[in-house]
């Protein structure tokens, strides 16, 4: 199995701008999970879905952030109008039930 | 609110020598703990998961404890090599939540 596949790797815009992020999770996992990771704020949960279908956004930042999840190989992350503070590392992760998840590799976002 | 520690934040000893890192949490209701290891600018490798039910789990030469009912796990490493030079995260999972310690990162100095 290919793992968890992020594009794009590295993402550089300017503020304002839209950034759109993408996951494409284990075949057969139930479950997605996009996190974002700062220096200062570690690791943190942004919402996750189950079957296609988001269950926990609680940990969106705010309403510039959105999350969409149209099938179960695909799955987005969409900063509008995007900040210099959004600047930071994004994971995806699927896993199987409530199981281990495993990660993407990430992607590094820096909103100049 | 679960919250999870990690200690010592970093941490620097001689190759070949065995070490424990440490991560506590505050809530004791939980599913299940993981272990991971992320590498400079690199996404996380699950190492061990250990279920609520279960007291230690081993991989190589890695072993995770987990103490429930004191909200605290253990990762113990054996004969430590430079290539285990990496951040080492703890994450407890509640319902499907996982939430992550700040990390300890460690240097296998040869």
């Known amino acids: 199995d290919a793992g968890v596949i992020q594009s794009p790797r590295h993402e550089v815009t300017e503020m304002g701008q839209e950034v759109t992020l993408r996951c494409k999770p284990i075949s057969g996992h139930d479950y997605l999970f996009w996190y974002r990771q700062t220096m200062m704020r570690g690791l943190e949960l942004l919402i996750y879905?189950?079957?296609?279908?988001?269950?926990?956004d609680s940990g969106m930042p705010e309403d510039r952030f959105s999350a969409k999840m149209p099938n179960a190989s695909f799955s987005t992350l969409k900063i509008q109008p995007s900040e210099p503070r959004d600047s930071a590392v994004y994971f995806c992760?699927?896993?199987?039930?409530?199981?281990?998840?495993?990660f993407g590799p990430g992607t590094r976002l820096t909103v100049t | 609110k679960q919250e999870v520690t990690q200690i010592p934040a970093a941490l620097s000893v001689p190759e070949g020598e065995n070490l424990v890192l440490n991560c506590s949490f505050t809530d004791s209701a939980i599913y299940n703990l993981q272990w991971f290891r992320q590498d400079p600018g690199k996404g996380l490798t699950s190492l061990l998961l250990i279920q609520s039910s279960q007291r230690e789990q081993t991989s190589g030469r890695l072993n995770a404890s987990l103490d429930k009912s004191s909200g605290r796990s253990t990762l113990y490493i054996a004969a430590s090599q430079p290539g285990d030079s990496a951040t080492y995260l703890c994450a407890v999972q509640g319902a499907q939540k996982l939430v992550f310690g700040q990390g300890t990162r460690l240097t296998i100095n040869p």
């Open positions: 879905f189950n079957n296609n279908v988001p269950i926990d």
């Open positions: 992760a699927s896993s199987l039930l409530s199981y281990e998840q495993y």
